[in-house]
């Protein structure tokens, strides 16, 4: 099953059909809201609104995990992070979208991982984004004639206000492309759970280092996100039934990701955290 993560008015796409509103439950507390269940093309899709409907839960209080392992507990296989960001370079305007492949996570007031004391496992975020999901997102994207850019580094910040000049001079000098507060550590509980992850930026402003641009605030994001959002949902109707189809979803790297990542003996692991962890490692916990 696709999932789609991001705002709100994102699943109000035409033909999703069969709708329900899904409590969803997970081990690591409460989600950021119930699960919107449907079907695009007559297969299964399902979307979480990352801050709650009606923007309700702010960047850091956002419970990435259960986000995480409330969609594994559905069946969610795949993972589109759709995202609004602030461009650091002058040919990303506002208005573009960027399919990211790089991620530099300096979050820090955020719980990052699924596992801990009694259970340690460590994975791979070389590439933290699913290579498979970004070619089928670019595709779709050029298909409907969306500006799009093909790779990026998306730094990811704590916020929840946004970046000092100084800031967002040194991520520039850092060559990150865009700048966000919501992908991490998003990204990495996803590779955890070994569900497929990529990330759709959308470019809502030039954050505050343009010398031409005004200083970032709410108001202008919101008028460009709107202008975004038919784009963001014709992307989502266009994406969906290829990732539906790719048959060679099953044996992408994605899925193994914790293969050779559990490091603790099993005789020295806990039982509470293996039944808190039976759905993001239950198919190694079972091993």
């Avoid at 507990?73 to 602030?86: C, F, Q, Y």
């Avoid at 699913?130 to 997102?137: A, E, K």
Wanted: negative net charge; hydrophobic residues 45%.
């Amino acid at each position: 099953m696709l999932a789609i993560i991001g705002g709100s008015g994102v699943y109000n796409i035409e033909g999703l059909a069969n709708t329900r509103w899904v409590k969803a439950t997970s081990s690591f507390g409460e989600p950021s809201d119930e699960v919107l269940i449907g079907e695009l093309n007559g297969q299964p899709i399902a979307f979480l609104p990352r801050h709650g409907r009606g923007h309700k839960i702010p960047p850091s209080e956002i419970n990435f995990r259960a986000n995480i392992d409330a969609l594994k507990r559905l069946g969610v296989t795949d993972i589109v992070s759709v995202s609004a960001v602030g461009s650091l370079h002058e040919s990303l305007a506002p208005g573009m979208f960027v399919i990211v492949d790089q991620f530099i996570d300096r979050t820090f007031a955020r719980e990052k991982s699924f596992f801990g004391p009694g259970l340690v496992a460590h994975v791979s975020m070389a590439h933290p984004v699913c290579h498979r999901l970004g070619d089928h997102l670019y595709a779709a994207a050029k298909q409907i004639d969306i500006p799009v850019v093909r790779g990026g580094t998306y730094l990811v910040m704590e916020g929840p206000q946004f970046s000092s000049l100084a800031e967002s001079e040194l991520y520039r000098s850092w060559k990150c492309d865009v700048i966000g507060m919501t992908n991490m550590p998003e990204a990495k509980l996803a590779r955890e759970a070994e569900i497929c992850y990529a990330t759709v930026a959308m470019v809502t402003d030039y954050d505050c280092w343009h010398p031409d641009h005004d200083n970032v605030t709410v108001d202008a994001i919101i008028k460009v996100l709107l202008a975004n959002a038919d784009k963001a949902r014709a992307l989502v109707k266009s994406v969906a039934p290829c990732v539906h189809a790719d048959a060679d979803a099953s044996a992408c790297g994605c899925r193994s990701a914790l293969q050779y990542a559990l490091i603790t003996a099993l005789e020295a692991r806990d039982a509470a955290m293996i039944e808190k962890l039976s759905a993001v490692a239950g198919r190694m916990l079972k091993e």
